[in-house]
C-alpha cells in the first residue's frame, strides 16, 4: 500500500462534509469506471494517485498556455483586422488555384461552382472586412 493509499484509507469513513469521499467517481458509465479501477489494481497504483497526476498535468497545461491578444487599442484591433484579412486572401488564393487545376470536363461541375462560390464568399468577407 502507497502513501496515498494509507492516508486515504485513515480518512475512508469521514464523511464527505468532512473534506474526503468514500469513493472516487471517475465515470457515470460503470464499463469505464470498473476499467480504469481494473488497470490501477493491476498497474498497483492508487486511482487517487492517477487522478491527482492527471489534475497536475492538467493544470500545467492550462497555465502554460499564452494570454490572449490585448486589443485595447484600436490600433491593435486593425493590425488584428488586417491580419485577418492577408489570411483571408492567402486562402482565395489557394482556392483560385484549386479552381485552375480543375479539368475542363468538370468545369461545369458541382464542384467547380463550389468553388466559385467560396471564392466569392471570400471576396465579400475580405472587401468587408478591408472597410472596417
Given at each position: 500500500m502507497n502513501m496515498i493509499e494509507?492516508?486515504?484509507a485513515l480518512h475512508s469513513e469521514l464523511p464527505v462534509g468532512c473534506g474526503?469521499?468514500?469513493q472516487i467517481k471517475v465515470s457515470v458509465d460503470p464499463v469505464i469506471a470498473s476499467a480504469f479501477k481494473d488497470s490501477c489494481a493491476a498497474a498497483n497504483v492508487s486511482m487517487a494517485a492517477i487522478l491527482s497526476q492527471f489534475m497536475a498535468d492538467f493544470s500545467k497545461t492550462a497555465t502554460s498556455r499564452k494570454p490572449l491578444p490585448d486589443f485595447?487599442?484600436?490600433?491593435r484591433r486593425r493590425m488584428a483586422i488586417q491580419a485577418i484579412v492577408k489570411q483571408l486572401e492567402q486562402i482565395k488564393d489557394c482556392e483560385e488555384q484549386y479552381q485552375s487545376r480543375i479539368p475542363e470536363n468538370l468545369q461545369g461541375s458541382?464542384?467547380?461552382?463550389r468553388a466559385d462560390e467560396f471564392i466569392s464568399t471570400l471576396d465579400d468577407a475580405i472587401?468587408?472586412?478591408s472597410q472596417v
Open positions: 494509507d492516508q486515504t474526503r469521499y468514500k485595447s487599442t484600436r490600433r458541382m464542384v467547380y461552382e472587401d468587408l472586412m
